[in-house]
C-alpha cells in the first residue's frame, strides 16, 4: 500500500487511485491520531479483512496479517501528503546487488507531485506524536517464562500480561479471536508445578533402590536393540549374497537384464531402510552402555530443594520448551543431555498421581526409555 495508492498517468502526473486503498491509508491515520497504537491498529485492520499492501500488490508471499510495523511505515511515508520521495537506498559497489539504506535526513523530497491523501498538518502531528509515544515508552520488562513458553494451538510465544498475572497466546494478544483462542496461565501455578517436579525428582534420586531400577530397565532395552542389531546384520548379509548370486545367475544367462535390473532396485530399496535402522540402534546402544552419572544432578537439585528460588539460570537448565494447552494447562518438556537423566525425571513425575494442572513431558528422543515401556 505504501507504493500503491497512486499511479503514473499517460501524462506523467501521479494520480490518486480509484480503489479503497486511500480510505485505508486515511483510517490508520485517523486511528493514530485518536490514540490507538501500531499494533492496536494492525489488529483491527486484519479482523475487519482490509487487504495488506503485500496482497494489493499482487505479492507470491503475501499475507493477509498487517503487522505494527507495516502500520507505522504508511505512517511515516510523505508519499501520502503529495511528495515525491527519491534516494531511499544506494548502491554499496559495482561488484555487488546489495543496498544499504540511507539516513532519512538525506533523502531527496520533492514536494507537490500529486494530489495528497492526508493533510501536512496531520501527517506532522501524526510524526511528532510517532516520537513522543517512542521516547516515554517504558523498557519491556522480560519475564521469567519469556521465550520459552508457547501456545500449543498456533505455535507463537506467550506474552506476559501484568492484569492477569500470567501468560496469553502471543497470536491472540495480537489479532483476537480470529486466529487463536483467549488462554492463559498463571505465572506462580507454572513456578509451582516446576519446583514440584524438581522436589520430586530430588526425592527418588536420593534412593539407592530407585537408581538400580533404572539401571535394571536400561539393561533390558540394551539386551533388546542389541538382538534387533543382530537380526538386522543377518538380513543384510543375506541381501548381499542374494545379490552376488543374482549376478551369477545373469552372467550364466539364467535371467534376463531387465529380471536382474529389478532385483538390483529392490535389493538397493531394502538395504537402504536397513541401514537406517541398523545406525539408529548403534546409536543408541552406544549411549545406553554409557556410565550412569548421578552425582552432578543430584547435587544441583539438592540446592534448588535447599533454596527453592526459581530463577532464569535454573529454568533454562532443566526446561526446553513449555507448551500451553487450550484449557490453561502446561506441557513442560525438561532438559537432559542424558537420556538416562530423562528416563528418570519421566518416571519420576508420573510416579504420583498428579492434578490435571500440569503434564510433563522430557524430549521426545527420550521417551523410549520410559520406565512405564
Known amino acids: 500500500m505504501t507504493n500503491s495508492t497512486t499511479k503514473l498517468s499517460i501524462s506523467g502526473v501521479l494520480k490518486v487511485r480509484v480503489?479503497?486503498?486511500?480510505?485505508?491509508?486515511?483510517?490508520?491515520?485517523?486511528?493514530?491520531?485518536?490514540?490507538?497504537g501500531f499494533d492496536r491498529i494492525a489488529r483491527e485492520l486484519f479482523e475487519d479483512g482490509i487487504a495488506t499492501p503485500s496482497e494489493i500488490a499482487g505479492k507470491r508471499n503475501s499475507s493477509s496479517l498487517w503487522h505494527g510495523s507495516t502500520v507505522r511505515?504508511?505512517?511515516?511515508?510523505?508519499?501520502?501528503?503529495?511528495?515525491?520521495?527519491?534516494?531511499?537506498?544506494?548502491?554499496?559497489?559495482?561488484?555487488?546487488e546489495k543496498r544499504k539504506k540511507i539516513d532519512p535526513a538525506n533523502y531527496v523530497v520533492i514536494e507537490n507531485t500529486h494530489k495528497p491523501i492526508i493533510s501536512k498538518d496531520d501527517f506532522h502531528v501524526v510524526q511528532q506524536l510517532i516520537s513522543e509515544r517512542k521516547r516515554k515508552r517504558p523498557y519491556a520488562k522480560k519475564h521469567l517464562f519469556t521465550n520459552i513458553s508457547f501456545c500449543s494451538n498456533c505455535g507463537k510465544s506467550m506474552h506476559y500480561k501484568a492484569?492477569?498475572?500470567?501468560?496469553?497466546?502471543?497470536?491472540?494478544?495480537?489479532?483476537?479471536?480470529?486466529?487463536?483462542?483467549?488462554?492463559?496461565?498463571?505465572?506462580?501455578?507454572?513456578i509451582e508445578a516446576i519446583s514440584n517436579d524438581i522436589k520430586q525428582m530430588f526425592s527418588a534420586l536420593s534412593t539407592k533402590s530407585f537408581q538400580k531400577d533404572i539401571e535394571?530397565?536400561?539393561?533390558?532395552?540394551?539386551?533388546?536393540?542389541?538382538?534387533?542389531?543382530t537380526n538386522i546384520l543377518k538380513v543384510?548379509?543375506?541381501?548381499?549374497?542374494d545379490k552376488t548370486t543374482a549376478?551369477?545367475?545373469?552372467?550364466?544367462?539364467?535371467?534376463?537384464?531387465?529380471?536382474?535390473?529389478?532385483?538390483?532396485?529392490?535389493?538397493?530399496?531394502?538395504?537402504?531402510?536397513?541401514?537406517?535402522?541398523?545406525?539408529?540402534l548403534e546409536k543408541g546402544l552406544l549411549q545406553q552402555k554409557q556410565t550412569i552419572d548421578f552425582t552432578k544432578l543430584i547435587q544441583q537439585?539438592?540446592?534448588?530443594?535447599?533454596?527453592?528460588?526459581?530463577?532464569?539460570?535454573?529454568?533454562?537448565?532443566?526446561?526446553?520448551?513449555?507448551?500451553?494447552?487450550?484449557?490453561?494447562?502446561?506441557?513442560?518438556?525438561?532438559?537432559f543431555s542424558d537420556p538416562y537423566i530423562s528416563s528418570i525425571f519421566l518416571r519420576v513425575t508420573h510416579s504420583t498421581p498428579r492434578a490435571p494442572f500440569v503434564e510433563t513431558c522430557p524430549l521426545a528422543a527420550c521417551i523410549r526409555f520410559c520406565m512405564r515401556c
Open 301 to 335: 537439585i539438592e540446592r534448588f530443594v535447599q533454596n527453592p528460588v526459581l530463577d532464569e539460570e535454573m529454568l533454562h537448565k532443566l526446561i526446553e520448551r513449555i507448551e500451553i494447552k487450550e484449557d490453561g494447562s502446561p506441557r513442560i518438556h525438561y532438559r
Open 73 to 96: 511505515k504508511i505512517l511515516e511515508n510523505q508519499h501520502y501528503i503529495g511528495n515525491l520521495v527519491q534516494q531511499k537506498e544506494t548502491s554499496i559497489s559495482v561488484t555487488t
Open 163 to 190: 492484569n492477569r498475572k500470567g501468560y496469553i497466546c502471543g497470536a491472540y494478544n495480537k489479532y483476537g479471536h480470529t486466529k487463536c483462542s483467549d488462554h492463559h496461565v498463571r505465572e506462580n501455578g507454572l
Open 247 to 280: 549376478l551369477r545367475m545373469k552372467i550364466r544367462g539364467e535371467i534376463q537384464d531387465e529380471e536382474y535390473r529389478l532385483l538390483i532396485e529392490d535389493n538397493g530399496i531394502q538395504l537402504a531402510k536397513l541401514n537406517e535402522e541398523k545406525l539408529k
Open 19 to 36: 480503489d479503497s486503498t486511500p480510505d485505508v491509508v486515511r483510517r490508520i491515520f485517523n486511528s493514530y491520531l485518536s490514540g490507538k
Open 236 to 241: 543384510i548379509e543375506n541381501i548381499k549374497k
Open 216 to 229: 535394571k530397565k536400561i539393561a533390558n532395552f540394551i539386551q533388546r536393540d542389541q538382538k534387533q542389531l
